[in-house]
């Protein structure tokens, strides 16, 4: 089983939408995990079924037993983050605001101060319109993604495909350079790196792959809107050959992107023409690198 | 040599652990000895964030030469470990531990 992790460093590239078209040329064989949960939007295209779910639990909050507390304030007074707030004569926690850090269980009198885990959202297993799975998650109001969510993403999903005895786990990898990107590349087998010619676009791609560079994983790239600006896809271009990253593909400004985004579809159900054959060779790039016969 | 595996067992024949951070368990095999122990590291794995430097860090602990992992630790694991001076060997990810071992023996790693 293989691990193809796509990322892009800068958001608005097409990571989404290419990683949506490679699961459905991909079909049975391949298990999808979204583990861009910040702004996940996956399931805008493969229409997930939401079959099982289960809560998920990461840092913690304080709570605030108001049967033992004496409303001294000393919990408020050294909150660095003005979490407990006065409402109606009670302490309150605002979890909103509280950081879980435990500072004003330490300093109440009376012990009255608890950290409890905090429930920041849900993952789910579904089955999508591919024929396959899609392991995914949804953050409440206010939570962060992290590396221990894109953990359990990626190790349910590769569970599913050892289970299933699947040649392909993809995953649609978080933006940036932090905590759930490192994640999301520990482990990979191939990383597919998504840009644009712009020069935030050529910035990020140097910024993340110096990361993939760290993880020793062989990496190739799609250069997206390739047209828009010449100057900097030849940049691009022999940033690729200097770093040995395979150079996937360049695919031209296509407003198909948008049309198919539009009504919840992906670019190859969408499209006939040049742009779903350039996906489709891309995809079979892929394959053939990764050294699994179709 | 004291050498360190990421597993996700506990036995010769436990399959590795690709990832470093949030690795279920470190081998440690010392070959003088000839002792291998067993490290539960899934304390770490389960740490919203920084799982990479809290894990080299329990490593430096047990104080390995060297460490034989699936592609290598991430930016912050990897600034912790160059100051360890732990040698790094990679590329161990799909292998089990026992395979891993003679891998590094015969150089390929």
């Keep these: 089983m293989k691990e193809i ?67 001294c304030g000393k919990c408020a007074d050294v909150c660095r983050f003005d979490a407990i707030p006065i409402i109606n004569t009670r ?21 009255a101060i608890i950290n409890k885990s905090l429930n920041v959202g849900k993952w789910y297993i579904s089955n999508i319109k591919t024929g396959s799975t899609m392991v995914h998650a949804k953050l409440g109001i206010g939570a962060d993604n992290s590396g221990k969510l894109v953990a359990k993403v990626k190790s349910e999903a590769k569970n599913i495909a050892e289970e299933e005895q699947k040649d392909f786990v993809i995953v649609d990898g978080s933006p940036g350079v932090g905590c759930p990107v490192v994640s999301s590349l520990s482990g990979a087998s191939f990383v597919v790196l998504v840009t644009e010619p712009s020069v935030s676009g050529l910035h990020d791609l140097k910024r993340v792959y110096e990361l993939v560079n760290k993880f020793n994983i062989k990496a190739g790239c799609i250069i997206n809107k390739s047209d828009i600006n010449q100057k900097v896809t030849v940049e691009i271009e022999n940033f690729l050959e200097k770093e040995n990253i395979v150079h996937l593909a360049s695919l031209p400004y296509n407003e198909d992107f948008t049309k198919a985004m539009t009504i919840g579809q992906t670019i190859v159900e969408y499209s006939n023409g040049s742009l779903k054959q350039l996906i489709t060779d891309s995809w079979n790039n892929i394959l053939n690198i990764v050294n699994i016969k179709k | ?20 951070g949030r690795t279920e368990y470190f081998l440690i095999y010392d070959e003088e000895k000839e002792e291998l ?52 060997l990679v590329g161990a990810g799909d292998m089990t531990v026992k395979e891993a071992y003679n891998a590094y023996k015969k150089g390929e790693l």
């Design chain 1, 5 to 71: 992790v796509i990322i892009s460093g800068k958001g608005g590239t097409g990571k989404t939408s290419l990683t949506a078209s490679f699961a459905m040329l991909g079909g049975k064989d391949v298990i999808v995990a979204d583990c861009d949960v910040d702004a996940a939007d996956m399931h805008l295209l493969l229409e997930p079924d939401f079959q099982d779910s289960e809560d998920f639990y990461s840092g913690e909050l304080a709570y605030i037993k108001q049967d033992q507390c004496i409303k």
């Design chain 1, 91 to 111: 302490y309150i926690v605002d979890p909103l605001s509280c950081e879980g850090c435990g500072y004003c269980a330490r300093v109440c009198p009376t012990n």
């Design chain 2, 1 to 20: 040599m004291k050498i360190a595996f990421t597993t996700k067992g506990k036995t010769w024949d436990s399959p590795m652990d690709p990832r470093f």
């Design chain 2, 37 to 88: 122990t067993h490290y539960d590291n899934r304390d770490s794995a389960n740490e919203a964030h920084g799982a990479g430097p809290k894990t080299a860090q329990k490593l430096f602990e047990f104080n390995p030469d060297i460490l034989i992992t699936g592609n290598g630790p991430g930016g912050n694991a990897a600034a912790v470990l160059e100051k360890t001076g732990i040698k790094i």
